[in-house]
């Protein structure tokens, strides 16, 4: 059967990684014999109808689509379009979005399939079945429409070896034009990211990972990931990995080990990792170091200890210090992601977090706004509670756009206080001297290019928060001293109870 998986166009999100995802669903499908294509319309920046005459010279048997909570208003007005053209293909929908809310998911949408969670096994049968035109009502995994009824089949147990899915069919994406669109500044243009692991145990408030590989961690082996790692060094002449892991260093012993064959096996790439900061010991930084990897990211979130109690992240603000700090010492790129207007937020506990962010010092800091997405406790909370000012994903940059209030900050208040926080870091002196300059020494491998790469980027994030600072200087005090005598300007509105948005259920 021919089938065509498509990347939603999406407007409000740059992306720099290839969608996964896809290109795994693709590898399985391939490996039974099926022709897939991939169509990454927001990379190729694709309008719907661009998506839907492609589509229509494609001729698939069945369409694809991947589904993330912050785009669902975007698929949801392309698979209105796909239906109407194509009413006879099945649309089957996958990813996070539908899987979190499969039942509404069909109800708000012309789709006929979900695919829920874990998507490689799952897509195989039901393309069996839908070659063979007969219901799918022996795979498991899926929610679909049956006339009126809409059958669930109930959960699929997890792949129990993941080795056993081939590697993501990387020849039907547009490998090097993620590279072009990448804000990162990395040291290789021919990048690429991959995944060792699915699953992540702990439990934090906001998070949605869960929501599709529970709580079970599970690993490749290494060898199988040195021979993905030679096939991209070799067929795809890649020479930086960033991993997707949710927690890349969660076994030590298995990184360790990975890290090791690297060595062993000559692969020339520098990479970068997500990391817990109670997962980073000395031991295993210099070994990683070793083996290319050059920046580390951590999600810290907070600078508040009970906020981070309260976000259930279970770590301490001691543990964020020692392992920015020994990652600084092994000359690595830090990357910190904090979130404001978190569960419990409030003023102070934002500027603790601003506080805490000039003392680790790291080299990059991303600062979000809190989102409550479907499926966490984060969403349910924030509902009872009365934090939401608006329930509504349509047009929505996650991150710098507010969905929440906090008790005593508008949503309008975040988004002012979120970009002043980021020119407040990086527009101190401390900042350029020591990341800057630590930039010129993780850049040092590669000279010149290691210059323009690692410190340059800097040096312009530094200037350019110098320019701003006065007016953050501005905001940061303008919301710690509002009229009425609570900060921000709660008082002046009104509560919003806006709770049927597209992901309301
Ligand atoms: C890498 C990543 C990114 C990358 C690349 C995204 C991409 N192109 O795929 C970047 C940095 C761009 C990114 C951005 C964002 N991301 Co992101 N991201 C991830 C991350 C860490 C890994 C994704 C991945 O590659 N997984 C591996 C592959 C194999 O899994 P998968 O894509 O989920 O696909 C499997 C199934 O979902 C299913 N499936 C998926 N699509 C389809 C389609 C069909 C037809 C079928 C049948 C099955 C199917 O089958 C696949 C194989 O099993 C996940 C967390 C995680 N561990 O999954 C978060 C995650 C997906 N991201 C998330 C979010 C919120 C975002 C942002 C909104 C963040 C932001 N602040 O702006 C943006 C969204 C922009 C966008 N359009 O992508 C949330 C999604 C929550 C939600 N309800 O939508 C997650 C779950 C993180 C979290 N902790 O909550 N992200
Ligand atoms: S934020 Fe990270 S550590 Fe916390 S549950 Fe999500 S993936 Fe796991």
Known sequence: MKMALIFPPYVTWELEYPPLGLAYIASSLEREDHKVEILDASILNMSYSDVLNWLIKFDPGAIGITTLTPHFWQVKALSHLIKRELPNVPLIFGGPHATVLPKQTLEETPADIVVIGEGESTT?????????????????????????????????????????????????????????????????????????????????????????????FRHRSVNNVIDELHELVDSYKIKEISWQDDCFTFDKRWTMSLCREVVREKLDITWRCLARVDQVD?????????????????????????????????????????????????????????????????????????????????????????????????????????????????????GPDSMIRTEDLTSRDLERLRNAMSTAFYGRWAYFRENAILGLRVGDPLGFSGLRKVAFPKFLEFLRSVVRFRSARVVISELANPEGGLPGQLAKIQPVNNMHGPTGS
């Open 282 to 398: 000395d031991e295993l930084l210099k070994r990683m170091k070793l083996a290319g990897c050059y920046a580390m990211w951590f999600g810290v979130e907070s600078g508040n200890q009970e906020i981070l109690g309260k976000i259930r992240k279970n770590i301490t603000l001691q543990q964020a210090e020692d392992a920015v700090k020994l990652a600084k010492h092994y000359r690595f790129e830090t990357h910190v992601f904090f979130m404001i207007g978190n569960y419990g937020e409030n003023y102070k506990t934002i500027m603790d977090t601003l506080k805490f962010a000039k003392k680790l010092n790291p080299s990059h800091i991303a600062v979000s706004i809190a989102t409550p997405y479907p499926g966490t406790d984060f969403l349910t909370l924030a509902r009872e509670k009365g934090l939401i000012e608006r329930e509504n994903w349509d047009g929505l940059r996650v």
């Open 124 to 216: 195989v049968e039901l393309a069996e079945a839908i070659e063979m035109k007969r219901a799918p009502d022996d795979v498991k995994g899926l929610m679909y429409r049956d006339g009126a009824r809409i059958v669930f089949t109930g959960y699929r147990a997890p792949i129990g070896n993941l080795d056993d899915i081939p590697f993501p069919a990387r020849h039907l994406l547009p490998l090097f034009k993620y590279g072009e669109a990448r804000r990162l500044p990395s040291m290789h243009e021919r990048h690429t990211s991959a995944i060792t692991s699915r699953g992540c145990p702990f439990n934090c408030l906001f998070c949605s990972s869960r929501n599709v590989w529970g709580r079970a």
